[in-house]
């Protein structure tokens, strides 16, 4: 079985530094993307970033490059999301979800999925973090 | 850069009868399109991916339809469970800043 679970909720005061985890199993976890979506309160979805834990390539949107830094480690199947000086606007509900390389569609045909821009088809339960004074 | 919107916002629809809900893109994606189901305080879950394959275990109720920049999904037969809020997502241009559209939540009539 699928699964990834992540780190639990953390409650940090601005200016500090957090790093949240999401720990992949049931499949090859170097072999799928990982990617992080945040979703503020009462908000929608918002793509941040991906990692392929095979080779370490990473992107990032560029709504949240050089905010956070996404990284992972395959020796223990866990990917990871950090920053360095939180600020209260960091408050949110963080998402990571695996993504494939490829897949068939309901015709059999098969579709090789590049550049990590893809969709996610497990997720973890997600990470709360609230940053206040 | 791609926008995707979503209509309606929130769609009152009754047990048992049929949704229908769209999915825009401001330009082509081909079928590069996934849906997701959102349950209060639960994590998004995949339904659909490219644009009209039903994802692992997803109810034959759910169906989705379209390329280039007009997408469906529709519920034949709406259940109890199915009230949530759905999103739509574009995987085929880069930047993501806006990959996802901002959702249509589907509530009882």
């Known amino acids: 079985e699928v699964q990834l679970v992540q780190s639990g909720a953390e409650v940090k005061k601005p200016g500090e530094s957090l790093k949240i985890s999401c720990k992949g199993s049931g499949y090859s976890f170097t072999s799928y993307w990982i990617g992080w979506v945040r979703q503020m309160p009462g908000k929608g979805l918002e793509w941040m970033g991906i990692i392929y834990p095979g080779d370490s390539d990473t992107r990032y949107s560029p709504s949240f490059q050089g905010q956070v830094t996404i990284s992972a480690d395959k020796s223990i199947s866990t990917a990871y999301l950090q920053w360095s000086s939180l600020k209260a606007s960091d408050t949110a509900m963080y998402y990571c979800?695996?993504?494939?390389?490829?897949?068939?569609?309901?015709?059999?045909?098969?579709?090789?999925?590049?550049?990590?821009?893809?969709?996610?088809?497990?997720w973890g339960q997600g990470t709360l973090v609230t940053v206040s004074s | 850069e791609i926008v995707m919107t979503q209509s309606p916002a929130t769609l009152s629809v009754s047990p048992g009868e049929r949704a229908t809900l769209s999915c825009r893109a401001s330009q082509s994606v081909s079928s590069n399109l996934a849906w997701y189901q959102q349950k209060p305080g639960q994590a998004p879950r995949l339904l659909i991916y490219g644009a009209s394959t039903r994802a692992t275990g997803i109810p034959a109720r759910f169906s989705g339809s379209g390329s280039g920049t007009e997408f469906t999904l529709t519920i034949s037969s709406l259940q109890s469970e199915d009230f949530a809020v759905y999103y739509c997502?574009?995987?085929?241009?880069?930047?993501?800043?806006?990959?996802f559209g901002p959702g249509t939540k589907v509530d009882i009539k």
């Open positions: 979800a695996r993504g494939p390389t490829y897949y068939y569609d309901s015709s059999g045909y098969y579709h090789l999925i590049q550049s990590g821009y893809t969709f996610f088809d497990y």
């Open positions: 997502q574009q995987y085929n241009n880069w930047p993501p800043s806006f990959t």
